[in-house]
């Protein structure tokens, strides 16, 4: 009788373990990302990587601070199958869990491991050059173009040789103040009008060309910190890469050309700006399964 229990108790703990594991859901194993170049994000953007299995994206974690070596615990079957990997910008409040057209870094896997690079999902930023001269074409007042930059070559060129952006990124240009740096508008040609001109005088023209008058702040503009009209005179003026749809109002770390602007004003005065090569780049690794 005794050992009739015990066969019976073993049997029934086997069914009880049994049960357990199925319990626990499919098997997981941690994919590994290692990144150069990317900056913390604190405006309230994301970082978030997605596996594509059978054409479609499996979401990883969404992340903020890329230093070091970031794990995430991704599904076993997903890690197998994935041929490629993205890793995308996430907007001020995603909550749909689809990727961003901001997509910043991908690689294709080759057994265990996908470089990563930039170039093939934004642009390749190896050749850009630029300048800029100080002017105020929107009004009519004949001394005080110190508070206008405009990024031009003469009166009638494009100052600007950029390369092409992906979709999802856009171009911006910027004047950093000193307590408040602040857009010229966003452009992903530089030989047409950006889409910023909010701060323009009146009784002028608005060049077909990127740049800003700093001459007006309108009322539905809550920008504070800075007076206007604001001198760009000896200010740092730089151009940026933008994930456009981010909803950060704060400059991307991507900056391929900047100078300091002189004292100096008028087309007769361009000031070249110094161009920077650094992009991210990064690698993923998964589990010999």
């Known amino acids: 009788m005794t050992r009739k229990i015990l066969v019976l108790t073993t049997l029934i703990l086997g069914v ?26 604190i405006g309230g953007t994301t970082y978030q990587g997605w596996l594509i299995v059978d054409g479609q994206p ?29 890793l995308t910008i996430e ?8 990727p961003s057209a901001a997509k910043i870094l991908t690689g294709n896997f080759t057994g265990t491991a996908a470089p990563l690079d930039f170039e093939s999902v934004v642009t390749d930023l190896s050749v850009t050059s630029g300048q800029f001269f100080l002017a105020t074409p929107t009004d009519d007042v004949a001394d005080n173009d110190e508070f206008g930059v405009w990024f031009m070559d003469g009166a009638s060129a494009p100052g600007l040789n950029l390369p092409d952006l992906a979709s999802g990124w856009k171009y911006e240009g910027w004047v950093d103040f000193g307590n ?12 047409v009008t950006d889409d910023g001109n909010f701060f323009k005088g009146s009784g002028g023209t608005v060049p077909g060309f990127p740049g800003e ?29 933008e994930p456009f749809q981010d909803n950060d ?10 100078a300091t602007a002189g004292i100096t004003t008028g087309p007769e005065n361009p000031v070249v700006m110094i161009s920077n090569t650094a992009i991210p780049s990064g690698r993923v690794t998964r589990p010999n399964l």
Request: proline share 11%; aromatic share 8%.
């Open 16 to 41: 009880i373990i049994t049960s357990c594991s199925s319990d626990d859901g499919p098997p997981t194993a941690n994919l590994q990302l290692e990144t150069i170049g990317l900056q913390p994000l």
């Open 58 to 86: 499996k979401p990883t974690e969404k992340f903020t601070n890329p230093a070091g070596t970031i794990n995430f615990n991704m599904l076993v079957s997903d890690l197998e199958d994935a041929t490629q990997f993205v």
């Open 91 to 98: 907007p001020v409040g995603d909550n749909d869990n689809i």
């Open 180 to 191: 408040k740096i602040v857009s010229t508008g966003t452009f992903s040609n530089e030989e």
């Open 213 to 241: 008058d700093f001459l007006i702040i309108p009322s539905q503009i809550p920008l504070t910190g800075i007076t206007f009209p604001a001198s760009v005179l000896s200010k740092r003026v730089f151009i940026t890469v």
């Open 249 to 258: 109002p704060a400059p991307f770390f991507i900056e391929p050309l900047s």
